[in-house]
């Protein structure tokens, strides 16, 4: 069974930083795309960054320059290194895993950047 747990979530001020983790079980991870993606107040889920199995990355344009997207297959986790945080990042972000056939995702982890 594929589960997948985030955290590293929290309360931040404007400019700060926070790095997400998201721990993988129950798939072969190293062969698996993963990917962020949040959800604010009111608007939908969007993407903020994927990972391949290769280590290609993609972001969203509004993160471009700020975050990382990074993999250890070792430790079967994916982490999100979120710099220059801004109120408009605010936000449950959600841990994505692409299996193909079908994604699954984490229960989600509160981001909230303080102006």
């Known amino acids: 069974q594929v589960r997948l747990v985030e955290s590293g979530g929290g309360l931040v001020q404007a400019g700060g930083s926070l790095r997400l983790s998201c721990a993988a079980s129950?798939?072969?991870?190293?062969?698996?795309?993963m990917g962020w993606y949040r959800q604010a107040p009111g608007k939908e889920r969007e993407l903020v960054a994927t990972?391949?199995?290769?280590?290609?990355?993609t972001y969203a344009d509004s993160v471009k320059g700020r975050f990382t997207i990074s993999r250890d297959n070792a430790k079967n986790t994916v982490y999100l290194q979120m710099n220059s945080l801004k109120p408009d990042d605010t936000a449950v972000y959600y841990c994505?895993?692409?299996?193909?056939?079908?994604?699954?995702w984490g229960q989600g982890t509160q981001v909230t950047v303080s102006s």
């Open positions: 129950g798939m072969i991870f190293s062969v698996t795309a």
């Open positions: 990972i391949t199995r290769g280590g290609t990355t």
């Open positions: 994505n895993a692409d299996l193909s056939i079908r994604h699954y």
